[in-house]
């Protein structure tokens, strides 16, 4: 199992960014896919997850800025973030699981199985 994000950068505070994950070795659709954030000093957290059935989940802090999707035809898994914060910044993970929907939504580091290397987002005020 791969996982590869990109499209980690540094902008300023309000703009937007669009990570992308594309997974390999495994069933891709089956999964629960999930993308979350670790910023310096601090533990790993959910932002955002999505069920083999499509059922999103949302941390608080981003609830109405970000979106994730998932193209399962592509093995892509996406989050659009805008208007983005200076809290923002963090080490952006994707990762995934084969577990239920209800799991799949606690958002839970733990119970993810398979982990990509990262992407930075850096936000400036």
């Known amino acids: 199992v791969q996982l590869v994000e990109s499209g980690g950068g540094s902008v300023q505070a309000g703009g937007s960014l669009r990570l992308s994950c594309v997974a390999s070795?495994?069933?891709?659709?089956?999964?629960?896919m999930g993308w979350f954030r670790q910023a310096p000093g601090k533990e790993r957290e959910g932002v955002a997850t999505?069920?083999?059935?499509?059922?999103?989940t949302y941390a608080e802090a981003v609830k109405g800025r970000f979106t994730i999707t998932r193209d399962n035809t592509e093995n892509t898994l996406y989050l659009q973030m805008n208007g983005l914060k200076p809290e923002d910044t963090a080490m952006y993970y994707c990762?995934?699981?084969?577990?239920?929907?209800?799991?799949?939504?606690?958002?839970?580091?733990?119970?993810?199985?398979?982990w990509g290397e990262g992407t930075l987002v850096t936000i400036s005020s």
């Open positions: 990762a995934a699981a084969d577990i239920y929907s209800f799991t799949c939504a606690r958002q839970r580091p733990s119970d993810m199985n398979y």
């Open positions: 070795g495994y069933t891709y659709s089956h999964y629960c």
């Open positions: 999505i069920s083999a059935g499509d059922s999103t």
